[in-house]
């Protein structure tokens, strides 16, 4: 823009001393000079009919103050090498809703695709959404510009992650080798009229009518539902407990908090859920965990959970209650459950409050025992 306005203001300077001296050669440099922004135009109106651009980001996960890659591909199918191209990339964070612009420059030769590797900066974590906003063709001058319109309008999202600490958890062997439910227990059966290694109970709507106790529920007056569980262990749960967090900060240092139990329970052999009350649904949600992708994703999935909609924390007990009901546990499970006051709380007994300003000191020193 700034050389099209250099060139406009010379061209007008030139143009008036031709009028005030009558002099034709200056009149013929401000013809020429108007025959070469028409040729350049002209060129690079040709150059755009064959160019198409593309964005791709090769990576999924990247932690705080790391670059993400960001390739741009300028295909050009033209007989006519292109000017300066000129790319603006949008990026969306979804966790801060902080919008950013960043320019990238590049060019390609005739008949050919040049790829610009470049990078993005991480400045907060949470989830980006990277998008091709515009895409200008430069003139070989660089005095006029023109948009592209054929380039890649898709959006692809990188999750960004803070810094994650280590913390040390010990965990029994009964809970390496316990094996997830592909639903719920209540699908877990061989024999529906085999009351080998199973107990019984009353029947909750939503129950499978092939795990009906038949001959108890005739005894009885009511249905009766076999529960099963040879072979079988709950786990470890991870409850999220949250509440209206407005601090950015905060709720910054929560998800550190978050992922940093999380893989540390995943470093030591430890698959288990995070497990969270979704107060829109009325529901338990749960996402299985067995490699540190599954924790990453938990940022996209719960991030909107804290919300002015939770005015207080969810009761740990009631959480409890809850998933053991809709996942029909009976008897006692080991669980983890983590509030946004940083309350860390194993199987019913609070075992510390993390100081989310001295995070990585607070959570390093304190054990977790399953």
């Given at each position: 823009?700034k050389?099209l306005?250099i ?13 005030i001296?009558?002099?034709a ?12 922004m ?11 009919q064959?160019l ?15 670059k993400?890659?960001v ?6 199918k033209g007989i006519?090498p292109t ?10 964070n ?16 005739k ?16 989830n980006?959404e990277?998008?091709?906003?515009k895409?200008w063709?430069n ?6 510009k023109l948009?592209v319109?054929?380039h ?29 439910e ?12 085999s ?8 029947y909750?709507?939503?129950d ?14 009511e249905?009766?539902v ?11 749960v ?10 950015s ?7 550190q908090t978050i ?6 329970l995943t470093y ?16 338990i ?25 939770h ?9 409890k ?16 459950a983590?509030?946004?006051?940083f309350?860390?709380?194993v ?5 510390v409050k993390?100081?989310?300003k ?13």
């Amino acid at each position: 823009m700034k050389r099209l306005t250099i060139y406009v203001i010379l061209a007008a300077a030139i143009m008036h001393i031709a009028l005030i001296y009558r002099n034709a050669a200056f009149l013929n440099i401000f013809y020429g000079q108007i025959f070469i922004m028409l040729l350049l135009g002209i060129l690079n109106l040709i150059s755009i009919q064959k160019l198409e651009i593309f964005m791709s980001v090769p990576e999924n996960v990247v932690q705080l103050g790391k670059k993400i890659p960001v390739n741009i591909t300028i295909s050009n199918k033209g007989i006519l090498p292109t000017g300066k191209i000129e790319v603006k990339v949008n990026s969306f964070n979804l966790y801060s809703n902080k919008k950013e612009i960043t320019k990238f420059y590049g060019s390609a030769d005739k008949k050919s695709i040049s790829v610009l590797k470049c990078s993005y900066l991480t400045k907060n974590p949470g989830n980006i959404e990277f998008s091709i906003k515009k895409v200008w063709s430069n003139d070989f001058l660089g005095i006029l510009k023109l948009p592209v319109f054929k380039h890649d309008v898709y959006k692809q999202s990188v999750i960004v992650i803070p810094k994650l600490y280590k913390i040390p958890i010990f965990t029994g062997k009964s809970q390496y080798k316990y094996i997830f439910e592909d639903k719920a227990v209540q699908n877990n059966f061989k024999n529906s009229d085999s009351g080998e290694n199973s107990e019984n109970r009353q029947y909750i709507p939503g129950d499978s009518f092939k795990n009906i106790h038949w001959k108890l529920s005739a005894k009885t007056g009511e249905l009766m539902v076999r529960q099963k569980y040879d072979n079988f262990s709950s786990g470890v749960v991870f409850f999220l407990v949250f509440k209206s967090v407005e601090n950015s900060y905060i709720k910054r240092r929560f998800i550190q908090t978050i992922l940093s139990i999380s893989t540390s329970l995943t470093y030591n052999g430890c698959c288990h859920y995070i497990c969270w009350y979704d107060i829109d649904t009325g529901e338990i949600v749960r996402t299985k965990i067995e490699c540190d992708n599954d924790s990453y994703e938990i940022v996209q999935k719960c991030i909107d959970k804290i919300s002015e909609k939770h005015k207080e924390n969810t009761d740990i007990y009631m959480l409890k209650e809850l998933y053991a009901r809709k996942y029909n546990l009976q008897g006692s499970f080991s669980y983890i459950a983590l509030n946004t006051d940083f309350e860390l709380y194993v199987n019913d007994i609070k075992i510390v409050k993390y100081d989310y300003k001295n995070l990585k000191e607070s959570v390093s020193s304190t054990e977790i025992q399953l």
